[in-house]
């Protein structure tokens, strides 16, 4: 059984620890501003923040790797649950990359297609802040 919130509720914000990045809300999505690498170890500290973000009625979240320089199997897991999760709950989910490395995995693992990722957080929320690209 899915769990869900009113549709009024505000999820509450669960911080990153410092090295990984940090969460905000902007244009009524959530965004997980993620940094650094993200292998097996930062993974477990990302997943709680990831979780609350996609727990609210129907979210709305953005992930943003712009600052990631890394990301192993972990982190990819971690971005395909965070994705079901939203979509299980009616809700949408962008991701924001440019690392020419990350595309690479995301090719050869063949979901480059799936998570569909612009390149910088404007493209996820359109030029006026608020609309964003087709649904994924």
């Known amino acids: 059984m899915t ?69 192993d199997c972990s982190g990819l897991r971690l971005l395909c649950r965070a994705r079901q999760r939203a979509l299980d709950r009616d809700g949408r989910f962008w991701l924001v990359c440019d690392c020419p490395r990350i595309l690479r995995l995301l090719r050869a693992g063949r979901l480059h297609d799936v998570f569909r990722p612009v390149a910088t957080p404007e493209e996820a929320f359109g030029s006026d802040g608020s609309a964003g690209p087709p649904d994924p």
């Open 3 to 71: 769990e869900r919130l009113s549709p009024t509720a505000s999820p509450v914000l669960v911080p990153l620890p410092e090295p990984c990045g940090r969460v905000y809300r902007r244009g009524g999505r959530t965004v997980v501003a993620l940094r650094d690498e993200i292998d097996i170890a930062t993974a477990a500290l990302i997943t709680p923040a990831l979780d609350v973000a996609t727990s609210e009625g129907s979210p709305h979240v953005v992930v943003d790797l712009t600052e990631v320089s890394f990301l």
